[in-house]
């Protein structure tokens, strides 16, 4: 761990404390859960991001369904999507590897993109005992045309999204995302489509 993430990691425990006494919304009606289509393709950061971590994505994990969606765990949710938001220092792929498309942890560095902070993200709600079936990586694209990754929380309530480009967990049909492609929730190193008209098939992010 670098000095940089240790000194973040200090600096977001008050916000964290914050974070934890915000009033939760009522959380009583369930939201329509994506619908997703057969296999698809691997983005082409996560086919390389696996080739490189292999272990990470030949898991099957148990799928006992969504998680419960508990005002303790949207609280944890919330933790997680801001400490990643403001430890992480954003940088793109070619001013960091001098090419584009790694998806890679930022532990070293501190630094990434999208797909790095989905990765800093998944790891740590899957450390808190959250099943890799309920933390899926989802490809979107933004309003303006360009390609962006995200975290996808499978509840019971529906599914939501963590986003480095926002501090609020939301229901993914409240982001301004069309959402393309996602991890299957029984492999993880296998992707789904979305199914609905806007959701066309894409092979990587930019």
Known sequence: MTASWAAA?????????ALCL???PSLASAAAPMATGGLTSQ?????????????????????EGPVALTG??????????AFANHAIRPMNDFDIYGKD????????????????????????LAAKGISLSNLLI?????????GHAVLTVRTD?????????????KLWTDTPYRFLKRQASEHTGRWVTIRGESAPLVGSVK
């Open 9 to 17: 990691k200090t600096r977001m425990r008050l916000a964290t404390v």
């Open 22 to 24: 915000i009033a939760v």
């Open 43 to 63: 983005p082409i950061g996560h086919y390389e991001f696996c080739k490189a971590n292999v272990s990470e994505c030949s898991i099957r994990p148990r799928d």
């Open 72 to 81: 303790s765990m949207m609280r944890q949710l919330r933790s997680v999507n």
């Open 101 to 124: 498309e790694v998806w890679a942890y930022p532990d070293k560095l501190g630094v990434g993109d999208c797909e790095d902070y989905v990765l800093a993200k998944r790891r740590m």
């Open 138 to 146: 989802t490809v979107v694209r933004k309003p303006d045309g360009e």
């Open 157 to 169: 309530k529906g599914d939501y999204v963590l986003d480095n480009l926002s501090e609020a967990v």
